[in-house]
């Protein structure tokens, strides 16, 4: 496959490519508005004709009880090639607050090499440069079926907790069968400094309740006599980390898996300006974590534990002096491979139920969606093969990234049994899930680059 015959393929295309995606940019597919269901059906409608009309020929629309996911396969002229699941959605996120937005949200218009409008990055553009880049790859090596199977599995509630898809995932766990998992729903450092996510941290969540009186009491009659529960869940709440900002929880630790010598070197690559990362953290006066890591480290490789809310007694206007009856608090744990939501979960109860001082009684709740971490070691066969393909279109060295946040990945490797390569080229400044989200063109035609060198790549690497 020559380079110049796949750039040239995408360039020509380029214009078709950003019509296609303006077309489906303009169903308003929001999951998480149910007077919007009819929309999400109707953008599952338009991608399943647009694959069927790029050349799959197999193109199946699978219903849940809940949002409709698409499915699409390509096999591989060569019978015994291996075969690779590639994964998006294409819900997108509501567009609420609208008088932020500088054109209509589901009118996508292009400024320059820029597109705006809501589903241009997260997760509509990147879903589509995996058609135009087959199409590339197809036309450049002059095949008619490309050098891996290919399914792509697209579903339509990644934006509200992908509720339904772990049970999609193991109802038609046979036929999503494959060798390895590409991921399209993460961001790259800098259009300048391209670079691939191994991995995302976990989350899961507790809500605590301390319970003291029966009710409140004066706390002239009271006060100092009778344990407090507002004091009592200040000290709790103070111990869940020590002095040097580790998590105190026993065994909160045990399952992390360590940072590598090559990651932490490969991380220290990354062109990052901590004083203006503490700008874009709320104007934050400075970093703050567990010590011995860099703020990278932390946001990317390392758990936390933090306190979302507390309350408690009187909050409202004036005076009422009283030894309040409850306190409470919720808090979320972020986790990072190795860690299981479900155990830390355990761990909180059990270590809170020591930390209350007698009359003090703790109950804990856990509300669910739960979400497990997910990580690629960058040795990995498909890593490394994802990297070469990115670095054939990028002209420069790939380096490497986490993310912070949570979604179904985890849930994919571990149903289906194969490892995770994130390939993606969305930005952090995509403004993704705000208003006037936008994707960069030249971009998504990278990315088109990158996916038609990456079959040929997976071909070899994974047999």
Excluded at 411 to 430: M, R, S
Aim: charged fraction near 25%; hydrophobic fraction near 40%.
């Amino acid at each position: 496959m020559q380079v110049n015959d796949v750039v040239a393929y995408i360039q020509t295309g380029r214009d078709r490519f950003v019509a296609d995606l303006k077309e489906w940019l303009a169903i308003p597919s929001i999951s998480a508005d149910p007077a919007h269901a009819a929309d999400v059906q109707r953008s599952a409608g338009w991608l399943a004709d647009h694959l069927r009309g790029q050349g799959f020929p197999t193109v199946e629309i699978w219903e849940t009880p809940g949002l409709p996911t698409v499915y699409a396969e390509w096999p591989a002229e060569d019978p015994d090639a291996p075969t690779v699941l590639v994964y998006g959605h294409h819900d997108v996120q509501p567009v609420e607050p609208l008088d932020e937005w500088n054109t209509d949200p589901f009118t996508p218009v292009e400024e320059g090499d820029r597109l705006i409008g809501r589903g241009t990055s997260d997760d509509k553009g990147q879903i589509l440069f995996h058609t135009l880049g087959l199409r590339a790859g197809l036309a450049a090596s002059g095949r008619q079926a490309p050098p891996v199977t290919i399914k792509l599995l697209v579903e339509g509630e990644e934006e509200t907790g992908s509720l339904h898809f772990p049970e999609l995932l193991r109802t038609h766990r046979e036929r999503l069968a494959c060798d390895a998992i590409v991921i399209s729903d993460t961001t790259m450092w800098d259009a300048d400094v391209p670079s691939m996510c191994t991995g995302m941290r976990g989350l899961t969540e507790v809500e605590i309740t301390l319970r003291g009186p029966s009710h409140d009491l004066h706390s002239g009659s009271f006060g100092g006599a009778v344990p407090n529960p507002l004091h009592a869940m200040a000290d709790l709440l103070s111990a869940l980390h020590d002095a040097d900002g580790r998590v105190t929880l026993p065994g909160f630790y045990d399952d992390v898996v360590p940072l590598t010598d090559e990651e932490r070197e490969l991380f220290t690559r990354l062109p990052f300006d901590e004083k203006e990362w503490l700008r874009t953290a709320g104007e934050s006066r400075a970093a703050y974590g567990e010590k011995g890591y860099t703020t990278l480290e932390r946001i990317w490789a390392r758990p936390t534990a933090e306190i979302n809310g507390m309350w408690g007694g009187h909050t409202g206007p004036g005076r009422k002096t009283i030894v309040p009856s409850e306190a409470h608090a919720k808090i979320s744990f972020r986790l990072v491979a190795g860690q299981d939501p479900r155990k830390v979960q355990m761990a909180f109860e059990a270590w809170a139920a020591e930390q209350v001082p007698p009359g003090i009684e703790a109950e804990v709740h856990a509300p669910g969606g739960n979400v497990r971490p997910c990580f690629s070691p960058i040795d990995s066969v498909g890593v490394s093969a994802a990297r070469r393909a990115m670095e054939r279109a990028f002209g420069t060295d790939v380096l490497f990234t986490r993310e912070g946040g949570s979604g179904p990945e985890a849930d994919l490797a571990d149903i289906l049994e194969a490892p995770l390569v994130f390939v993606a080229v969305g930005l952090n400044g995509d403004r993704i899930h705000a208003p006037n989200e936008k994707v960069e063109i030249p971009l998504l035609l990278k990315g088109a680059e990158a996916i038609a060198y990456l079959w040929e790549e997976f071909a070899t690497a994974l047999r």
